[in-house]
């Protein structure tokens, strides 16, 4: 989040709470603070009287903290902010030192260059320091009007600037969506430019479709309230507008409109589950229940698999998707099953082969023939299916190599060696026979499907698993833990880089079916110091006890069925 907040040019501050628990080591916190973020990192106050107070090392250089001295913390801060501003370092080099009332200006520039992170130290529950935090947040954080630039765009990625006035056409941007089934969809949005008041006109995005406001909220906690107006830098809120959605722009421009905030680059979902209604019959509920979900959150992603019918709900973490779920049963009244998502598994074949296969069926009146003459071969890997027609002589009707067509397709849907579809073939039909009588559609299809399993018996079938490319970003000493992890998953490394002084990027790649458990494994090797992402990287074959293992599991459904 840091590092995301430092690409935007946000302003970055940091609150260490609970600093009145008992045994809680402060100092370990902030020097493990340090050495992930810098320098930049300076306490603006300090705990004192035991805990129980904390004390402005701003404002002041004298007093007593319970964990550092309040003059150094003064002294540094001061210096970290004067070196910003050449005038200011020059008088400050000058005189010794510089009142804090007249370094505004030079901590919001600071605060906007990321020269400095101010921490501040609070126990909520006991309200130790939190008035004290919001005086920081009124007399040092940048104003709307003292802010960087806001990251409007064209299109085509031209910056727009915006003026935090009231006066200016509005622009504002929906950041979060909220589905409440008693008060409906709630978009909350914070305003850039121009003023939202009861009877405003607004456009969403590009729509010439007008949305007349009738009255502005604001959040108070969990709840909202009506307000009169929302300014530039106002956090507001307008429900039961359908067509709001996370990432909108409001605006009052009833010419072409081509604004929108550069794209926040969000981590991919690396955790999934599959998903099965709890009663029967309520997979079009469910479909609309995971809409409303995603709408409320970008980091989740859903898929379905034709093959297996089945819908996995993908996000951050175990805990994250448990937290959608509970919220999906609190607030929809809806319930699922849930299951590790499974393996895309898929089947090829490595070599050349011909098959055959004569369909004769006769029971009384008109019967059933096809014969049909067909050659397989495998392509490289991601190319897919081909079928090609070289039937010469009408041997085979036109009409009936659909047909044909279909049977193949039937098999390769199917699968071969253990039920999972099949990819990377070329079909060719070159031959057949065909009745002017008995000759018809059905037939050509059982043809087709059966000379493509005597092809396919010949042509070295196999099984390929997906492999998934890791990037892992950890710290440089867990370099070898994670190496030798990632080997006994059948992993390769296949580069390493190093970030900073202190972390290292890894490059690998893992067998997906490796991967259960090792976001939980990742964590505890590095103590949670590490973050990955993985996506897919290609089909390869799969060890050949793990196809014997489930080509057995498949034969002995066949022979259940």
């Not at 929906?174 to 409906?184: A, E, L």
């Not at 995603?294 to 951050?316: F, H, I, W």
């Not at 790649?509 to 259960?516: C, F, I, K, Q, Y």
Request: a negative charge.
């Amino acid at each position: 989040m840091m590092n995301w907040a430092e690409k935007r040019g946000l302003c970055r501050m940091i609150v260490i709470n609970k600093i009145d628990v008992p045994g809680v080591d402060l100092m370990g916190v902030l020097d493990q603070l340090k050495l992930t973020f810098g320098d930049a990192v300076i306490p603006l106050n300090l705990p004192t009287k035991g805990m129980t107070h904390v004390i402005d090392c701003y404002n002041t250089e004298e007093g007593e903290s319970d964990i550092m001295s309040v003059s150094d913390v003064h002294r540094a801060f001061i210096e970290r902010v004067v070196e910003v501003d050449d005038a200011t370092m020059e008088r400050y080099l000058e005189e010794g030192d510089a009142d804090p009332a007249s370094l505004h200006a030079p901590i919001t520039k600071a605060l906007r260059e990321g020269h400095i992170i101010p921490v501040c130290f609070t126990s909520a529950k006991n309200l130790i320091g939190i008035r004290d935090f919001m005086k920081v947040i009124i007399r040092h954080l940048p104003s709307p009007a003292e802010a960087n630039v806001s990251l409007f765009e064209k299109r085509d990625g031209t910056p727009i600037p915006t003026e935090p006035s009231a006066q200016m056409p509005v622009l504002a941007h929906v950041f979060k969506i909220i589905s409440d089934p008693f008060v409906g969809k709630i978009g909350i949005f914070r305003v850039h430019q121009g003023q939202i008041r009861p009877g405003s006109t607004l456009y969403i995005d590009d729509s010439r479709k007008p949305i007349k406001v009738n009255k502005p909220l604001i959040l108070q906690g969990k709840d909202t309230a009506e307000t009169d107006e929302l300014n530039p830098g106002d956090i507001g809120a307008l429900n039961k507008i359908d067509d709001m959605h996370y990432g909108a722009i409001l605006h009052s421009s009833i010419l072409d409109f081509d604004v929108r905030m550069k794209p926040l680059e969000f981590p991919q979902p690396m955790f999934g589950l599959d998903l099965t209604p709890l009663r029967r019959g309520d997979e079009s509920r469910m479909s609309d229940v995971l809409n409303k979900m995603l709408a409320e959150d970008p980091t989740l992603k859903t898929s379905t698999d034709p093959v297996l019918n089945k819908t996995m709900l993908q996000g951050l973490s175990e805990l994250h998707l448990r937290t959608v779920l509970d919220r999906m049963k609190a607030q929809f009244n809806f319930e699922v099953q849930t299951c590790a998502p499974s393996v895309p598994y898929r089947e090829t074949i490595s070599g050349k082969a011909e098959g055959h296969a004569r369909h004769k069926k006769q029971s009384g009146g008109a019967g059933q023939f096809g014969e049909v003459y067909l050659r397989v071969e495998p392509l490289a890997r991601g190319e897919g299916f081909q079928f090609v027609d070289e039937v010469k002589g009408g041997a085979i009707p036109f009409n009936f190599i659909p047909a044909v067509e279909k049977g193949v397709r039937e098999v390769l849907t199917q699968g071969f060696i253990a039920g999972y579809p099949m990819q990377d073939i070329k079909v060719t039909v070159y031959d057949g026979k065909s009745h002017p009588v008995d000759s018809k559609e059905v037939a050509f299809v059982a043809a087709g499907r059966k000379a493509m399993l005597d092809a396919l018996a010949k042509a070295s079938p196999t099984l390929l698993e997906p492999i998934a490319k890791l990037t892992i970003t950890a710290p440089t000493v867990t370099l070898g833990d994670i190496a030798g992890d990632l080997a006994s998953r059948r992993g390769q490394v296949l580069n390493t880089v190093a970030t900073s002084s202190t972390s290292m990027e890894i490059l690998a790649t893992v067998p997906l079916a490796e991967m259960d458990g090792y976001a939980a494994r990742l964590n505890a090797m590095t103590q949670g110091a590490a973050v990955f992402t993985f996506e897919f990287y290609a089909y390869q074959p799969a060890p050949m006890q793990k196809q014997q293992e489930l080509a057995a599991k498949y034969q002995r459904k066949d022979e259940d069925d």
